[in-house]
């Protein structure tokens, strides 16, 4: 059974960090690009930022030189840290497993909240 555990969310005040977990099991880590999605209220679900098994990250415009996405396969384990946060970040964060050949292996996390706000 493929489990995506997140964890680090939480409040913040704008211009703070937080950085986010994804405790990844029972799939074969290394044949998953990993990813960051979120999803606010009202609005539609969208990617953050993706990186593969050798380490290849892309990011959305929004986050780009504020996000930072990494991980440990060793652990299979993916971060992300979010520096210069904003209010306009706050949204539920959710992980992806996406195997890399096979499309219909597409697993979600339960997602974890975060919020920036004075």
């Known amino acids: 059974q493929v489990q995506l555990v997140e964890s680090g969310g939480g409040l913040v005040q704008p211009g703070g960090s937080l950085r986010l977990s994804c405790a990844a099991s029972?799939?074969?880590?290394?044949?998953?690009?990993m990813s960051w999605y979120r999803q606010a209220p009202g609005k539609p679900r969208e990617l953050v930022a993706a990186i593969t098994r050798g380490g290849m990250a892309n990011y959305a415009d929004f986050v780009k030189g504020r996000f930072t996405i990494s991980r440990d396969n060793a652990k299979t384990t993916v971060y992300m840290q979010m520096d210069s946060l904003k209010p306009e970040d706050t949204a539920v964060y959710y992980c992806n497993a996406r195997h890399t050949s096979v499309t219909v292996l597409n697993y979600w996390g339960q997602g974890t909240q975060v919020t920036v706000s004075s």
């Open positions: 029972g799939l074969t880590f290394n044949n998953y690009v």
